[in-house]
Structures are given as C-alpha cells and as structure tokens.
C-alpha cells in the first residue's frame, strides 16, 4: 500500500497548515505524492486507454479552454496556474488508474487503494471522536481542532469533508470484505466507525450518501444476500447512532452539533437556494460565455443582488450550475455531457464484468457517484486531495476488460506505442513533483506576510517580495490593499497591482472597502458608490464603521459611500490588466 497511501492517504490526514490558506499544504502534498504514484504506475503499464477514456480527456481539454480565455481576459496568471496545473494532474491520474495492467496487478492496485481511503477515514473517524469527546486535546497541528462546538471536521477541518471521506471509507470497507481481503467481523467493526464519523460531522450531505448506499444495495442484484443486507441495514444503524448521539448530548449537557442540522425551521439549505437562485440570475446574463473560469466569486459580488445571502460565497455549491456560470451554457453543456456519458459508461462497465473484476469496478464507479452527488450540494472536487482519488476510482472504473497477454506480447508494433505512452506519463509525474516541491517553496514567500519569522523583514519588504511569486501573489496582494490604512492617490506600485489582482481570489467586506477608497481617491466615485452599494447588501458588522458617517446628514453628504451610484456599474467595468 505504500506508494498509493502516501498519494491518496497521507494528504487527507495533514492537520499542519500555514497561513493564509488552511488546505494548501494538503493539496501541494496531494499534487506530489500523485505525482510520484504515477511515475511508479507508468512502469507497469501495458494497456491502451479504455474507449471511453476521451471522453474525460475531452471534458478536461474544454475546460482548459474554458480557463485559458479566463486567464488572458482578466484571471490573474497566478490563480489561472494553480487550477490548471491540478486539471492537468487529474487527468494524469485518471489516465495512470486506467491503464494499469490488468491481471494479476490491476486488483492489486485496486484493493491497495481501497486499504488507503479506508485507513484515512478510520484515522479521520478516531481524530473525529477526539473533537466531539475530547476538544481539548486536539493541539491543532498532528490533530485540528474543530471551530464548529460538537461537530467531527477531521484533519480536513470541514465536516462535510469528513462525512463525505467516511462514507469513501465505507464504500473501501465493503470492497475490501466482498474482495476477500477483510474478514466479515473486521469489516463489521471498522464500518460502524466509519459511519459513527457521519454522524458525529452532522453532515446533511451524509445523509443523502447513507440513503445512496441503500439504494445500491436495493438495485445491485449482483451481490451477495450478505452483501446487499449490510447496505440495506446500514440507514437503520445510521439513524440508531444519530438518536445516541442526541440523547447523550441530552443527558450529559454536552453539544451534539448534528442535532439542530435537520430542524426544518430557518434556512435548511444553509443559503444554498438563494446562492443558486442568485447564479441563475447570473446565467440569464450572460448565457453564452459565462463569467470566466475563477471568477464567480468577482461576478457574483460586484452584481446587483438585493436577495443575496449574507455569506461571501466563493463557489456555487453546486457542480453544474458552477460549469454554467463559469463557462456558459454551450461549453458548460458540453463538459457536462461529455462528464455524464463516461459515468454512464463507467456504469456499464461496471455492472457488465463478473467476479472480483466487476465488484472492484462496482465499488469504484460508487465511490465517484457518491463524490458526484456530494458535488450537487458542495465543491470537494475543487480540492486536489479529493479530485485526485476521483480521477483513480473514474480512470479504474472506465478500464478495458482483462486482454489476452498472449496477443499482445505477439504484437510489438502496439506495444511500442504503448510503452512511449508510459514513458511520458512517468515523466509527467515526475514533472509533477517536482512542480509541488517548487510551489511549497514559492509558498513560503506568502507565509512570512502573515506568520512572520523571527527577525523577519518590514511588512512592505515582505508583501513585494510576495507580490513577486508566480503561484501565490494575489495572496499578498490581499496584504498589500488592506495592511495600510484606507487607500490615498496616487496608489503606490504595490497597490496598484494589488487592486488588479487581489479581487480575483475572493472578495470579502474588508477587501471590499479597501477597494472602494481606492476608487474613490482615484476619481472613480460611480464605481466605489456601487461597490459601497454592494457592500451594504451583505449586512456585514465589519462595515459598520464604513458606513458610520451616513448617520449624520452633514457627513452623509461629503462620503462617497453614503451616496447612490448614478448609473448601473457592471462587474466587468472592475476588471483591470
């Protein structure tokens, strides 16, 4: 299990983290260790790509194109590299996982695989107890602490991450026991851990995977009369463990978070309805191009929206409509599609092979369903450390049928052209590490803005220094447009940049009303006041003191955020190159 726990496992275990991102680290890590996963795999591989494998390489290609016009519009490079680099990574993956050789090999790498989601959400499950049972304990570098009271958020610190790695682990359980490679008791006992972790994440998103799971074992006649009952059963204990949990937390005066989670009284779609009413709003917009690849966020904010949620969404929270708004509905379409037509052929393959080949393929195309579904109410696939054990399962599961050796030994001129495949993916995963390891050291050059070592450097030294790294300088550009008081013209260099950049990576009120001074020194009042006016639709506490002056008419009168725009500022009026 060695090269495939460190690339699928070890990445959804790291507590420690840096700032300013909390799952960078992770995802450099999950990026490397994949990388140096498909170096090994390469050297075994023997097998052309399955039929069906275009159709993600295509879905891949458009999204690139998607990303590419983003980038020469007004992406910042900086952003635009990271979200290809970890497309391209998955694609990488999934091409690896699916031409593993496949007998006697193929269920081996399979059934290691399953071993590391299985490990990984146990540990998640055990770190998970800790910080229901235990919050003290936890010291927040080896074990996270959770921010939510009561509620399991693992070393991914987001229960709905948590949920969603348990019911992997789940899913790993059970292709593992009908492998042949845990025994029935073992399975038993490590299952109901896993699925303890879904309860104690309070995750309605686990729910819905508990009732996926049952619906496997009501349609999948393929299984054993065991197999079937243990998926039939497992909403029943789900339930038996939720009403534990309550009535300990009852007892004992101790928070259990899930159990306020499915009350039908406030927003039970924790503002998922308004931010989708919202981006359908932003798709009868612009129908046909979209906002841009990375720039929902941007749009969505500087957009007139009185019904908006209060929260600063950065993501859709929900897979297709992010395509569509993003893309537009042509080329959004035709990723989807094109996405759909190789799950359905990974369904096929699936439930058309016998045996331990069709159990292994079984257990993989449910393990990208369950991630699929959990895309419909979150975005876990934007994060590598989930988006590169999807692109395995997916690429595994579209893999051709066992061959006949014998034929293909006989035939050098395929096999010649197969192993110049091999030899470019092994070196596109060594390109892959290697790309990881720079990017942690770039990486450092942000970190000391906002953790500064020892005898660090002034602020100013350290934010352009920042400013210089091509992976991370909208990180310090964020420093540089807030860190000084509110902006005065002329701008300086620094912030100049700053402006043009850092609105890109997400817009939050403190951003925000930094940015609207700077327009209004600059002369640029239509656009600040309409920016004051976004502001104002948040109801955020942070702008109180931004928007104290309008309380007093004579003050009222003299700032600018106080006054209405005189005309519609549209968000693509912001964007600067």
């Not at 995802?27 to 990388?35: D, I, P, Q, R, Y």
């Not at 998970?128 to 509620?151: I, K, L, M, N």
């Not at 129908?287 to 966020?297: D, K, R, Y």
Request: aromatic share 10%.
């Amino acid at each position: 299990m060695g090269a495939t726990g460190l690339a699928f496992g070890l990445p959804l275990l790291l507590a420690f983290n840096a700032p300013p991102s909390p799952t960078v680290l992770n995802e450099f890590a999950s990026l490397g260790l994949a990388g140096s996963w498909a170096t090994i795999v390469a050297r075994d591989m023997r097998d052309s790509p399955a039929n069906a494998f275009p159709l993600l390489l295509c879905a891949l290609a458009a999204l690139l194109v998607g990303l590419a016009w983003s980038s020469l519009v007004a992406l910042p490079t900086s952003i635009a590299l990271g979200i290809g680099a970890t497309l391209l990574a998955s694609g990488l993956v999934a091409r690896a996982a699916s031409g593993i050789t496949q007998h006697p090999l193929r269920t081996v790498w399979f059934v290691d695989f399953c071993w590391t989601l299985c490990a990984a959400g146990l540990v998640s499950s055990v770190i998970g107890c800790v910080q229901v049972f235990a919050p003290a304990w936890p010291d927040g570098e080896v074990v996270a602490r959770s921010a939510v009271v009561g509620r399991a958020v693992g070393n991914l610190r987001q229960p709905n991450h948590l949920s969603s790695l348990a019911l992997w682990s789940l899913l790993a359980i059970f292709a593992l026991h009908a492998l042949r490679a845990m025994s029935g008791a073992w399975a038993c006992a490590l299952g109901l851990l896993s699925l303890f972790a879904v309860v104690l994440s309070g995750s309605r998103t686990g729910v819905v995977g508990v009732a996926m799971l049952f619906a496997w074992g009501v349609l999948d006649r393929r299984l054993s009369r065991g197999e079937r009952q243990c998926l039939l059963v497992t909403p029943i204990i789900f339930l038996g463990l939720w009403f534990m949990m309550s009535a300990w937390a009852l007892a004992f005066a101790h928070v259990f978070g899930g159990a306020g989670r499915m009350s039908v009284e406030g927003d039970i779609s924790s503002s998922r309805f308004a931010i989708w009413s919202n981006t359908l709003s932003m798709i009868a917009r612009e129908p046909l191009a979209g906002v841009g690849v990375g720039e929902f966020n941007l749009a969505w904010t500087l957009s007139e929206l009185p019904n908006r949620p209060t929260a600063f969404f950065d993501h859709t929270h929900n897979l297709p409509l992010q395509l569509w708004v993003e893309l537009g509905l042509p080329l959004g379409t035709l990723v989807l599609v094109l996405l759909l037509i190789a799950l359905w052929q990974s369904h096929r393959r699936a439930w058309a092979h016998p045996g331990d080949d069709g159990v292994a393929r079984r257990a993989a195309f449910m393990m990208v369903l369950m991630i699929g579904l959990h895309s419909l109410l979150e975005y876990p696939l934007w994060y590598a450390y989930f988006l590169l054990p999807t692109a395995f399962a997916w690429g595994f599961s579209l893999s051709k049928p066992p061959s006949n050796r014998a034929s293909d030994s006989a035939d050098s001129g395929q096999r010649q052209p197969r192993a110049g495949v091999a030899r470019a993916l092994g070196l596109a995963g060594v390109a892959m590490s290697i790309g990881a390891a720079a990017a942690v050291m770039d990486y450092r050059s942000v970190v000391a803005i906002y953790d500064p070592p020892d005898n660090a450097a002034p602020l100013e030294e350290r934010i352009a220094r920042g400013q210089r790294s091509p992976l991370f300088g909208h990180h310090a550009d964020y420093a540089a447009a807030t860190a000084f008081g509110p902006p005065k013209a002329p701008l300086s260099p620094s912030q100049e940049l700053a402006f043009k950049r850092a609105p890109h990576q997400l817009l939050d009120v403190r951003l925000m009303i930094a940015w609207s001074q700077a327009l209004a020194a600059q002369g640029e009042l239509d656009k600040a006041r309409w920016l004051a006016a976004r502001i104002r639709e948040f109801r955020n506490p942070g702008s109180d003191e931004y928007f104290a002056p309008c309380a007093d008419a004579a003050q009222a009168a003299q700032a600018f955020q106080c006054q209405p725009p005189t005309r519609e500022v549209h968000w693509r009026e912001f964007l600067r190159r």
